[in-house]
């Protein structure tokens, strides 16, 4: 009798083997992730690949040596790791280049004081001589298109809108905030403006200006934009509190050279069942000029690079094809994301889900997934086997930017999301430096795309 039973529990392990290998059990699943967290924890090579790329070859502007450096190393890097394949896209980048190191002054009636500007990324300069003009600070651009003309005409718009401190996300307001950097330039100048200055998107006080995109718009005329730190915005709106005819100077001489030549850098493990199903991970390669890069987004390219790795130290075979794109211009630009796309669709390729990263290093949260509902449903039901890790946010919200072209009914777009608090005070600036990043946090981002990636590869999205 008890020797029958034994058989029976036998017959039945083995059935429910033979069941599971179609669909793990959640138990299989989690002696999978806690695999995956083992190895990023104990043995993971995100941080020292981002050691590399943040002080062997620092920061990565599309068509600057940087950039091209950072293509050739990562290239080599994931050719190295036994991948089945390791290949380039070409495209071609917008090219801009800061020039000399930019200077401002406020001159009022009491004191004349230096403050840390820098250009905007995509302005142009101010000549070789400095701007100089009387300054008018606004919030909104409501507000400023409700100013008379006559007293915007020549001036420099001060743009001050702070980022709003009651979000949770700080993502949130950078998202409220940002409009007055991207085309606060294109406002003023409608009012016939000779400049703008805009607050930098910082949620700390500093001396830190942070650059970032911004457009001009045709028809509307191109004058100089620049950012400045926070704590110069502050005095500067204190000083015009005191002195409203104060004069604010500044230099600054950027160029928009020829598009250049560069690459998105992909590699992949091709599935073993379904290769024809990509699963993607991916980060930008290209970075701001003023800094490492470290957060955004050597972070995020050195993790989609930890995915494969992990994958193949885990010896483990994916079912679907696991692709790594590391995305070229993303803050000026978007080309590499666009052709990515672009190519996806003339060779057909079907992708089910695309993870990005560009978030910052950070402890990890969850996943923000776009995507139709009960797909995002599927993917929210994995909390279980993912809270233990910390990634209680999942659920609908944004992607990120690279992935976006590729958005259709037929794919998750999904972002990571790391912890939001730390991201803005380096987002853009001169601090967004190496030694911002710990080791355990960009680690456990990488181990949870890995998790996830696992998931997606196990179950595939219905
Ligand atoms: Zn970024």
């Known amino acids: 009798m008890l020797l029958r039973s034994k058989r029976c529990w036998a017959l039945v392990a083995f059935s429910l083997m033979g069941f599971t290998a179609q669909a793990q059990s959640p138990g299989q699943d989690s002696v999978m992730?806690?695999?995956?967290?083992?190895?990023?924890?104990?043995?993971?090579?995100?941080?020292?690949?981002?050691?590399?790329?943040?002080?062997?070859?620092?920061?990565?502007?599309?068509?600057?040596?940087?950039?091209?450096?950072?293509?050739?190393?990562?290239?080599?890097?994931?050719?190295g790791m036994g991948l089945d394949r390791v290949y380039l896209q070409e495209v071609q980048v917008p090219h801009w280049v800061r020039g000399k190191k930019e200077k401002a002054k406020i001159r009022s009636r009491a004191s004349s004081q230096q403050v840390p500007i820098c250009a905007l990324g995509g302005s142009i300069g101010t000549g070789k001589k400095a701007l100089r003009a009387h300054v008018v600070e606004v919030q909104t651009f409501e507000e400023l298109r409700g100013l008379d003309r006559a007293k915007v005409a020549g001036r420099i718009v001060f743009f001050n809108r702070p980022m709003n401190p009651r979000f949770i996300q700080a993502g949130q307001a950078y998202g409220e905030a940002v409009n007055q950097r991207s085309t606060g330039a294109i406002e003023a100048a409608r009012m016939g403006a000779a400049g703008a200055i805009v607050r930098s998107m910082n949620l700390a006080q500093d001396d830190y200006p942070h650059t970032g995109s911004m457009h001009y718009q045709e028809?509307?005329?191109?004058?100089?934009?620049?950012?400045?730190?926070?704590?110069?915005?502050?005095?500067?709106?204190?000083?015009?509190?005191?002195?409203?005819?104060?004069?604010?100077?500044?230099?600054?001489?950027?160029?928009?050279?020829?598009?250049?030549?560069?690459?998105?850098?992909?590699?992949?493990?091709?599935?073993?069942?379904?290769?024809?199903?990509v699963i993607l991970v991916g980060g930008h390669l290209d970075s701001w000029d003023l800094a490492q890069g470290a957060h955004d987004n050597g972070a995020g390219c050195m993790q989609a690079i930890e995915v494969l790795r992990l994958m193949k130290a885990l010896n483990y075979q994916p079912k679907r094809t696991i692709?790594?794109?590391?995305?070229?211009?993303?803050?000026?630009?978007?080309r590499g994301g666009l052709k990515y796309?672009?190519?996806?669709?003339?060779?057909?390729?079907?992708?089910?889900?695309?993870?990005?990263?560009?978030?910052?290093?950070?402890?990890?949260?969850?996943?923000?997934?776009?995507?139709?509902?009960?797909?995002?449903?599927q993917i929210a039901r994995w909390k279980q086997v993912l809270a233990p890790y910390g990634l209680h946010d999942i659920g609908a919200g944004g992607g990120e930017a690279d992935i976006g072209p590729l958005k259709s009914d037929q794919?998750?777009?999904?972002?990571?999301?790391?912890?939001?608090?730390?991201?803005?005070?380096?987002?853009?600036?001169?601090?967004?430096?190496?030694?911002?990043?710990?080791?355990?946090?960009?680690?456990?981002?990488?181990?949870?795309?890995?998790?996830?990636?696992?998931?997606?590869?196990?179950?595939?999205?219905?």
């Open 323 to 334: 692709r790594t794109v590391l995305f070229m211009n993303e803050e000026n630009g978007l």
């Open 411 to 462: 794919i998750a777009l999904i972002g990571f999301r790391p912890d939001s608090q730390r991201y803005f005070v380096h987002h853009h600036a001169a601090s967004d430096t190496f030694d911002q990043v710990n080791r355990r946090e960009l680690e456990l981002g990488g181990a949870s795309m890995t998790a996830l990636v696992y998931l997606l590869d196990q179950y595939g999205l219905k």
């Open 219 to 277: 028809g509307v005329t191109k004058i100089p934009a620049a950012a400045i730190s926070t704590n110069g915005a502050d005095l500067l709106s204190r000083l015009l509190q005191e002195d409203p005819g104060l004069q604010f100077a500044f230099t600054q001489n950027p160029q928009t050279l020829p598009d250049a030549l560069s690459h998105n850098v992909v590699g992949e493990i091709r599935g073993s069942e379904f290769p024809g199903e």
């Open 33 to 79: 992730i806690r695999r995956i967290f083992s190895e990023a924890l104990a043995n993971g090579k995100s941080y020292g690949n981002l050691h590399y790329l943040c002080t062997a070859i620092g920061p990565r502007l599309s068509g600057s040596e940087g950039a091209a450096k950072a293509v050739t190393w990562t290239q080599q890097l994931m050719a």
């Open 341 to 377: 796309a672009e190519l996806a669709r003339k060779n057909k390729e079907n992708h089910i889900a695309a993870i990005e990263s560009d978030a910052g290093g950070f402890t990890p949260r969850g996943f923000s997934i776009v995507a139709p509902a009960h797909k995002i449903s």
